[in-house]
């Protein structure tokens, strides 16, 4: 076990202030970091008690002072969860003051501050990371492999969706919902995640946005006092929001439910992207399918432990899918570090990787796969900007255009 130790302030806990605690917490023990986590100090909001999540995460230190916990010289490295409208200000000190960040995607709500964002990091030169973690779940990283090595040839064709199904109308009102705090819906949400995956899986770059479409579906949420919580929506707060129903106040939903839009890529090839949050039944479906010349590939987060892959090489008579389980240690990415064959991984997994590759990445070695840093995440935000303005103004928007 390495000697050097980085203390990790996180700002913000809610669901992900969840995961990530347990990736840093984890990492240690199931990888062999060159610098190991300290759990040093969590920000969270008066009202959310943060001493109390401390002591359940095993935090040494809790605070409900940001801006002056991202400058403590104690601390080595700013983990950021906050919501979308809360990336760009604990950023850009944390990088002016020369520290290491780590951001939750979408980089943040606006595209001039992810530009921003990208600007100062490379005026500071500090390392940074976005947490587009699907990247590490080790069937997407062995697909990135694949891909690499020719397994598929050119590729022609992209599909990808983000397809989830937790915000009926029973779903009241959270920042997730106000285009101010969370800069747009599904779009920045679940969108923004399969942009960045094909990026890295396919290492194509989107070119020009053909057309979009975006929809609002429920256009006013009930306000209550307790709120969602982001995502996860538990039978306790269910029974809360029923209860509630008739006397709730209403905001106005001003993001979208419903984005798709149709893309040509740097090679060529053509590609399609849809994420919506009312896909009833498709509960975490996260997925894409890539056709190439050779070959072709599949994954759907809901079967994270799996791809399809589809060779063409082969002779005629004997083509067809392949399910490959991705947990065999010597083959794919990550899981000789957590379970034999077959003994399945999870979620959390894919943050522990994640840490596991900061602290690689901090200690000036190379990650097991690209992890993606401001700039890299900026360049997916220009995507989505153009989807949106595409659907504005209901036209083809060349990349070039977004600056
Ligand atoms: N990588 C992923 O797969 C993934 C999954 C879910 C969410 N996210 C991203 O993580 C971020 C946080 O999402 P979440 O689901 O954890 O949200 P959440 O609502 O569960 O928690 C957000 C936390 O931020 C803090 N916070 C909230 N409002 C604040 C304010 N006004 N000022 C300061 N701090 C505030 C609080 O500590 C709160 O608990 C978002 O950017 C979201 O898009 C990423």
Same mark, same amino acid.
């Given at each position: ?9 996180m700002i913000?806990q809610g669901?992900m202030?969840?995961?990530? /605690? *347990?990736?840093? /917490?984890?990492? *240690?023990?199931f ?5 190991n986590?300290?759990?040093h ?8 008690? @943060?001493?109390?999540?401390a002591?359940k ?13 991202v ?5 080595g490295?700013v ?23 780590s951001c ?5 709500a606006?595209?001039?501050e ?6 100062a990091?490379?005026?500071?030169k500090?390392?940074?990371?976005v947490?587009?973690?699907y990247?590490r779940? @080790?069937a ?12 598929i040839?050119?590729?022609r064709?992209?599909?990808a ?8 109308e029973?779903v009241p009102?959270?920042w ?9 819906g ?5 969108n ?12 194509l770059e ?6 979009a ?5 429920v ?11 982001g995502?996860i ?6 029974r809360y ?9 209403l ?8 984005v798709?839009?149709?893309v040509?890529?740097n090679?060529g090839?053509?590609?399609?992207y ?7 039944? *498709? ?6 399918e890539?056709?190439?010349?050779k070959g /072709? ?33 010597? /083959?794919?990415?990550?899981?000789a570090?957590?379970?034999p ?12 990787s994640m840490a596991?590759d900061i602290?690689?990445k ?6 097991t ?9 900026y ?5 989505l900007?153009?989807a ?16």
């Amino acid at each position: 076990m390495s000697d050097k130790k980085i203390n990790v302030a996180m700002i913000g806990q809610g669901f992900m202030g969840r995961s990530h /605690s *347990n990736a840093w /917490s984890q990492v *240690n023990k199931f990888f062999d970091p060159p610098i190991n986590s300290v759990l040093h100090t969590v920000y969270g909001m008066a009202a959310e008690k @943060p001493n109390i999540f401390a002591e359940k995460w095993g935090w040494l230190h809790s605070s409900t002072d940001w801006e002056s916990l991202v400058k403590s010289p104690e601390v080595g490295l700013v983990d950021i969860v906050t919501p979308n409208f809360m990336h760009s200000p604990p950023a850009k000190a944390a990088v002016a003051a020369g520290k290491p960040c780590s951001c939750e995607k979408p980089i943040s709500a606006t595209l001039t501050e992810a530009r921003e964002m990208a600007e100062a990091a490379a005026k500071s030169k500090v390392d940074t990371f976005v947490w587009f973690v699907y990247r590490r779940a @080790p069937a997407v990283a062995f697909a990135h492999q694949l891909v690499k090595q020719g397994a598929i040839g050119e590729i022609r064709h992209i599909r990808a969706v983000y397809l989830q199904d937790w915000a009926d109308e029973s779903v009241p009102f959270a920042w997730r919902f106000k285009k101010e705090l969370a800069g747009s819906g599904s779009h920045g949400d679940l969108n923004a995640h399969i942009v960045d995956m094909t990026r890295f899986v396919a290492g194509l770059e989107i070119d020009t946005v053909c057309g979009a479409v975006a929809e609002t579906f429920v256009k006013k949420r009930k306000i209550i006092e307790q709120d969602s919580g982001g995502g996860i929506v538990t039978d306790e707060k269910m029974r809360y929001m029923k209860e509630d129903a008739g006397s709730a106040k209403l905001g106005d939903v001003t993001v979208d439910d419903a984005v798709l839009f149709l893309v040509k890529y740097n090679n060529g090839a053509v590609g399609s992207y849809e994420a919506a949050r009312q896909a009833t039944g *498709n509960q975490n479906y996260n997925g894409f399918e890539i056709n190439g010349t050779k070959g /072709s590939i599949k994954f759907n987060f809901e079967d994270m432990n799996h791809l399809q892959f589809y060779d063409a090489t082969r002779p005629r008579e004997i083509q067809g899918w392949t399910t490959i389980m991705c947990t065999h240690g010597g /083959s794919h990415p990550y899981v000789a570090n957590y379970w034999p064959d077959a003994h399945l991984i999870g979620y959390e997994h894919g943050f522990t990787s994640m840490a596991y590759d900061i602290l690689l990445k901090l200690a000036g070695k190379t990650p097991t796969v690209p992890l993606p840093d401001f700039n890299d995440a900026y360049q997916t935000q220009r995507v989505l900007e153009a989807a949106l303005v595409a659907a504005n103004e209901k036209r083809w928007v060349k990349l070039d255009e977004i600056k």
